[in-house]
């Protein structure tokens, strides 16, 4: 199923008397590029959440926000960081002598100064926070791509109902290309029985087929059309394949492009210079669809 670059997917959930949650995001990139943040002294999560998540995304901008709260049965132990308490204490009461001001710092104020309180909690079960983050981290990206396969398979049918657009243009240069040789001889005709009838001279039909010959091998579109129908065939291969196909089908719209461009400077009808126009203007829109896709 084709799926498109960007999504996003969110779980909050409590394991074991923890809440976690964890959200997961991504848009448009060349490659696959992960970002995590993770609560401070969590960074040994970052390794397995970028191995999980590529395990499941190839291609894509990921960024993963992981919040953990304290669990309920969490020990911890506050301390009191008593020299630097009698530090501020000490320049409180110079302040009050040197400025003759009352001195009326309170518990409550001291409290809230840097660092005059440090949190001891018991070491974490590393293993084990990591096996619930992983599990809350797999929720979120259920969700994730779930949504990249909705705004992916809208994607795969913008597609074929553009290439679809295109082929008939394509049949319609290829119904058209015939007549603009046989008209191409009518004008040549034409324009030598004007210049003969001054001289009374007869024409040479052997030297106007061989001029029509080669005007129609000039022209001629039938290779370009039928790689373009090719082309567009592995399109709808892929698109009906089960993996990351955006780089493979980027690499056939820069062929279709090829094929179009070629038509173009073949052709020599005004109405066929639009239908090349068209074309391209479809191929266009195609590959700015296909920038979307993993």
């Known amino acids: 199923m084709v799926k498109s670059m960007t999504g996003f997917g969110r779980c909050e959930t409590v394991i074991d008397g923890r809440e976690i949650t964890v959200e997961i995001k991504s848009v448009n990139h060349r490659y696959f590029e992960f970002n995590c943040r993770t609560p401070r002294g ?20 990921v960024d993963v926000y992981v919040s953990i709260g304290a669990s309920e049965d969490t020990a911890a132990e506050v301390t009191v960081n008593h020299q630097l308490v009698s530090g501020y204490l000490n320049a409180m009461k110079e302040i009050s002598e040197t400025y003759s001001v009352p001195n009326d710092v309170t518990v409550v104020a001291l409290s809230r100064f840097p660092d005059v309180f440090t949190v001891h909690k018991a070491p974490e079960d590393e293993e084990k926070l990591t096996a619930d983050v992983l599990a809350a981290l797999a929720q979120a990206t259920d969700a994730f791509v779930a949504m990249r396969e909705t705004e992916g398979e809208k994607l795969r049918e913008d597609i074929l109902s553009r290439a679809e657009t295109i082929l008939g243009i394509v049949g319609e240069i290829e119904e058209r290309s015939p007549q603009t040789v046989k008209e191409y001889e009518e004008r040549l005709l034409e324009r030598i029985r004007q210049t003969l009838d001054a001289f009374s001279a007869e024409i040479d039909e052997q030297r106007v087929l061989t001029e029509v010959a080669v005007f129609a091998d000039k022209v001629a579109v039938a290779e ?71």
């Open 42 to 61: 969590y960074s040994f999560l970052d390794d397995k959440l970028k191995s999980y998540v590529n395990s499941r995304v190839s291609r894509g901008k």
């Open 224 to 294: 370009e059309t039928v790689r373009l129908r090719s082309h567009f065939e592995q399109l709808r291969s892929f698109l009906n394949r089960d993996e990351p196909v955006g780089r493979k089908i980027d690499f056939i719209i820069q062929e279709m492009n090829r094929e179009a461009n070629t038509i173009g400077s073949k052709v020599q009808d005004a109405v066929l210079a639009h239908k090349v126009v068209d074309i391209k203007s479809e191929i266009e829109k195609i590959r700015e669809q296909v920038q979307n896709i993993e």
